[in-house]
T-cell receptor, first 113, second 115 residues
Framework: SQTIHQWPATLVQPVGSPLSLECTVE??????LYWYRQAAGRGLQLLFY??????ISSEVPQNLSASRPQDRQFILSSKKLLLSDSGFYLC????????????FGEGSWLTVV | GENVEQHPSTLSVQEGDSAVIKCTYS??????FPWYKQELGKGPQLIID?????GEKKDQRIAVTLNKTAKHFSLHITETQPEDSAVYFC??????????????FGTGTRLKVLA
């Protein structure tokens, strides 16, 4: 069966510091990968999605970036965090082997102070 | 761009009553509509989905209906229980060959089931 892992689960970072959130999927190949952000009590905002290695589509202009160095690895980064980057970040996978739906990881809580 | 509107934002029902959550989508080419349940501090979990070639789908106490002409779909929960309390999200997507698995989510509905 397929599983998705993302880490760290919780982090507190000062303004201006870098960020790296990592997500990996097991049990499938060539998945579509997604990063969503959820502000406190709000909906799910699509940040990036990727249909293959090195292929990244950005949905919202921001100071975040994403990379996909391996087939089942998706990384969300920032060089300098802003207060507004605080939120709950969710990685997800989907595609032809997921029955066309997407499945989420457990999320990473980011607080920028 | 594509948009999904979801109503209501909060919903309180008595245990045993029914709950209905409605979503409207803008992209007429959308052909897949999943619903997710999110408990506090966790990632959303798929609870039911429907494709554009089907008007209704049911799974025990949960059902989803789709009106392609009006571009809206609804989640129905019957005989609600306290464990149904959570935030529910609808989503719309174009799955291949018409699309690229890009999912647009509604803004969520916080459902409270009162014992």
């Amino acid at each position: 069966s397929q599983t998705i892992h993302q880490w760290p689960a919780t982090l507190v970072q000062p303004v201006g510091s870098p960020l790296s959130l990592e997500c990996t999927v097991e049990g499938t190949s060539n998945p579509n990968l997604y990063w969503y952000r959820q502000a406190a009590g709000r909906g799910l905002q699509l940040l990036f999605y990727s249909v293959g290695i090195g292929q990244i589509s950005s949905e919202v202009p921001q100071n975040l970036s994403a990379s996909r160095p391996q087939d089942r690895q998706f990384i969300l980064s920032s060089k300098k965090l802003l207060l507004s980057d605080s939120g709950f970040y969710l990685c997800a996978w989907g595609g032809q082997y997921s029955g066309n739906t997407i499945y989420f990881g457990e999320g990473s809580w980011l607080t920028v102070v | 761009g594509e948009n999904v509107e979801q109503h209501p934002s909060t919903l309180s029902v008595q245990e045993g009553d029914s709950a209905v959550i409605k979503c409207t989508y803008s992209d007429s080419a959308s052909n897949y509509f999943p619903w997710y349940k999110q408990e506090l501090g966790k990632g959303p979990q798929l609870i039911i989905d429907i494709r554009s070639n089907v008007g209704e789908k049911k799974d025990q106490r949960i059902a989803v209906t789709l009106n392609k002409t009006a571009k809206h779909f609804s989640l129905h929960i019957t005989e609600t229980q306290p464990e149904d309390s959570a935030v529910y999200f609808c989503a719309a997507s174009r799955i291949p060959p018409q699309g690229t698995y890009k999912y647009i989510f509604g803004t969520g509905t916080r459902l409270k089931v009162l014992a």
